[in-house]
């Protein structure tokens, strides 16, 4: 009995840590989209309180690429609309495939000036 219990349990954590293994969370770089366009890649530099590119400009099918830096603070980068977040001195990658305009913004909060550090992925 107790051998028969501790195959089930060890076959039980085998599926559950297979499981895991395939998840794809906030800047994983997973998309279920496949890419037609071109490869475009970005470096966003963040500082206390603003990030020097503000605007990002691709066409539907484009695989982005995006690397952050933090010059000054602690930052990382949220992209409403593709639930995708970038953390200091990491690249996240995607495939745009979802037209229109969508915020990027700050998501750790960092001061005064957090509100401002905002920024626009347009995707044609």
Known sequence: ?????????????????????????????????????????????????????KEITVNKGDTVKI?????????????NGYKKEVKADQTITFVADKTGEFDFLCSIFCGAGHGDMVGKLIVQ
């Open 67 to 79: 690397t952050l830096k933090n010059a000054e603070g602690l930052h990382a980068v949220m992209i």
């Open 1 to 53: 009995m107790k051998k028969r219990l501790l195959t089930i349990s060890l076959l039980a954590a085998t599926m559950v840590i297979a499981a895991a293994c395939g998840g794809g969370g906030a800047g994983s770089g997973d998309s279920s989209a496949s890419a037609t366009g071109e490869t475009k890649e970005f470096t966003i530099n963040a500082s206390n309180f603003e990030f020097d590119l």
